[in-house]
């Protein structure tokens, strides 16, 4: 689904971001990747995205080279970055319906998944109002809820669970099981070593701008945990 090669990030001042990484996210999987902050993390995730150019290598989404043919890997991904930008004049079910037309989601799709995901995070009162009015969490919420109705094949999240709410998270936990179960995949960093354990099939972890170390969660873990796995190779344990 997702396939980064040799990738490189090296800004004008010269500064390295992320050094020839390269990992591989199958279909139906959910890919955890984790780093200090300044890691390279964001940086990875804006360049899968097409938000950020990148100096070497090549990223492909479910077969789009995301510079070669950056609309076709646009339309089957939905990126949600840590803070997302939201036209706060406009109204909840405008936004929702915006984002459904620029990917030409056909009506009956559209009513039925806004319905469905609204309903579910207790949003659906208040799509009536101006974005502006939100707070942080129900903003957070109406982004997700913009990405899941695209049904994406790339599901690209960073640090999704900050501001949401414990009914939030476990609702999100389970739509992005039910996307992987579709054939889809999620990319997604996060903090919370203790969600990435339980949540990811595989998990990368990256340090510096390099790939420290990458595999299958019970593997990687084996009888320790996350965070003393992810200590350790930081050299703070």
Do not use: W
Not at 6 to 21: E, F, I, Q
Not at 142 to 171: C, K, T
Not at 178 to 203: M, W
Request: charged fraction near 25%; proline fraction near 5%.
């Amino acid at each position: 689904m997702l396939r980064i090669e040799h990738y490189s990030k090296t800004y004008p001042s010269g500064k390295t971001a992320v050094n020839d990484l390269s990992l591989h996210v199958r279909p139906g999987e959910i890919y955890g990747f984790i780093g200090h902050n300044g890691a390279g993390k964001t940086t990875t995730l804006r360049a899968v995205a097409g938000v950020m150019d990148f100096t070497e290598g090549t990223i492909t989404i479910d077969g789009h080279d995301v510079k070669r043919d950056p609309v076709g890997a646009k339309r089957v991904t939905a990126f949600l970055p840590d803070n997302p930008d939201l036209y706060e004049f406009m109204k909840g079910i405008d936004y929702l319906n915006f984002i459904a037309d620029l990917y030409d989601l056909p009506a009956a799709q559209r009513t039925a998944d806004i319905g469905k995901y609204s309903d579910a995070f207790a949003l659906t009162g208040n799509l009536g109002s101006p974005i502006g009015s939100y707070s942080h969490g129900m903003r957070q919420k109406l982004a997700l809820i913009s990405a899941f109705i695209r049904r994406p094949r790339l599901l690209i999240l960073d640090e999704p669970f900050v501001g949401l709410d414990p009914s939030a998270s476990h609702l999100m936990k389970g739509y992005l099981a039910e996307l992987c179960q579709s054939g889809s995949a999620v990319f997604f960093s996060t903090h919370v070593l203790e969600v990435a354990e339980k949540l990811c099939h595989r998990i990368a972890i990256i340090k510096d701008g390099r790939l420290v170390t990458s595999g299958p969660t019970d593997e990687l873990v084996g009888d320790s945990s996350l965070e003393d796995v992810f200590l350790e190779l930081e050299g703070e344990k």
